[in-house]
């Protein structure tokens, strides 16, 4: 394989080649690009149009309550452990056995190359750092990472319009009505997609003139995806619900810290939290850079009144907890990780093994 594909992270066969090292992606034209552009973008927009007094802006940043900002860190972080604990359990449906503390590992590490790389390329790195690790098919842990991801937007769109409704139960604006409009929408797509992936996606691939190995990827693929067991499903969907309410109460405890007068509340609060959430799957930037600003403090500033400074200062601090300091710890993590050090390849042995697990 060359190194021109390499770099695309392509991993798409169980024998996928590594992906390239951290470093070198970071030196893409592409990633620059990427972090650089909404950037600026971002910054034009706050000085001609946000109306925004930076002397202001930096002392209530500065007279933030710092217990409360180190509660919403905590509480944040609280968050990894569980989804640690959703995606044991999809593995285990899956048929492989992964310890809580390994997966917890290797999903704070693909968060790293999510805040760094635009694509959702953290994902593709999750299901190779697994493989490279443990004796697994490669093509069914995309599986688990894809409806892991499913359950995601599910609780997002769901739990978004409950506290929207509850939020703005006195009233809805138009604005409000086209987001619980889009939200229905995004529902609906998901749900037909898993339905005609279930019924149709197997003989859909073998129609097409592709080569057999990718029929059998995609045959492990769904397996993958499927594999969920019924009496695990309650549980999958509590601790999906407490992952997000990590992100409500995360947000909610920054506005407290800024000690801002705004009518939010906590159903506000998950309304907005989870908005944010959603533009993150937006893969055009890393960790929905530029996008993920611009809509909470559009959000902010036109439902709930917030002053331009205020929620300026609110994304700022939000985005400070849930990025910056994911690219801190995570590239801590990164370097001090064994799973990141892979030495050669399998031993012939090993390799016989991983074939049969596929």
Same mark, same amino acid.
């Given at each position: 394989m060359s190194q021109d594909k390499l770099v695309d992270y392509p991993g798409v066969t169980e024998a996928a080649a590594p992906p390239p090292p951290l470093s070198r992606r970071l030196r893409d034209p592409r990633t620059i690009i990427s972090i650089v552009l909404p950037v600026v973008l971002v910054?034009?927009?706050?000085?001609t149009a946000g109306d925004i007094d930076f002397a202001t802006l930096t002392q209530s940043i500065a007279n933030a309550n710092p217990f409360l900002l180190i509660l919403a860190l905590l509480i944040y972080y609280l968050g990894f452990?569980? @989804?640690? !604990?959703?995606?044991? !359990?999809?593995? &285990?449906?899956?048929?492989?056995?992964v310890r809580l503390r390994d997966a917890t590992e290797i999903i704070f590490i693909s968060w790293l190359v999510n805040c760094l790389v635009p694509a959702k390329l953290g994902d593709v790195y999750r299901a190779w750092l697994l493989r490279a690790n443990f004796v697994v098919s490669l093509s069914r842990t995309f599986g688990t990472v894809f409806i892991e991801r499913i359950f995601d937007l599910f609780a997002i769109v769901l739990l978004g319009l409950a506290a929207g409704f509850w939020s703005f139960r006195s009233g809805m604006s138009p604005e409000v009505q086209l987001v619980f409009g889009i939200g229905l929408a995004i529902i609906v797509a998901l749900a037909l997609g898993l339905f005609l992936i279930r019924n149709f996606g197997g003989r859909m691939i073998r129609r097409l003139p592709l080569p057999d190995k990718v029929a059998e990827f995609y045959d492990r693929f769904e397996e993958g995806v499927f594999s969920?067991?019924?009496? &695990?499903?309650?549980?999958?969907?509590?601790?999906?619900?407490?992952?997000?309410?990590t992100e409500a109460v995360r947000l909610y405890l920054?506005?407290?810290?800024?000690? #801002?007068?705004?009518?939010?509340?906590?159903?506000?609060? #998950?309304?907005?939290?989870?908005?944010?959430?959603?533009?993150t799957?937006?893969?055009?930037?890393?960790?929905?850079?530029? !996008?993920?600003?611009?809509?909470?403090?559009?959000?902010?500033?036109g439902l709930y009144n917030a002053p331009g400074n205020d929620a300026t200062a609110i994304v700022l601090v939000d985005r400070a907890i849930s990025v910056l300091s994911i690219i801190l710890f995570g590239s801590i993590a990164y370097i001090l990780s064994s799973k990141t050090?892979?030495?050669? @390849? !399998?031993p012939a042995e090993t390799e016989a093994a991983t074939s049969q697990a596929s």
């Open positions: 910054v034009l927009i706050a000085v452990p569980l @989804r640690g !604990l959703r995606w044991e !359990l999809l593995l &285990r449906g899956a048929g492989t056995s969920i067991e019924a009496r &695990r499903l309650p549980v999958l969907t509590i601790i999906t619900a407490l992952i997000w309410a920054v506005i407290l810290a800024l000690g #801002f007068p705004l009518n939010l509340g906590i159903s506000g609060a #998950f309304f907005v939290a989870l908005i944010a959430s959603l533009l799957a937006v893969p055009f930037t890393p960790a929905g850079l530029g !996008l993920v600003e611009l809509g909470v403090a559009g959000i902010l500033i050090k892979l030495g050669p @390849r !399998l």
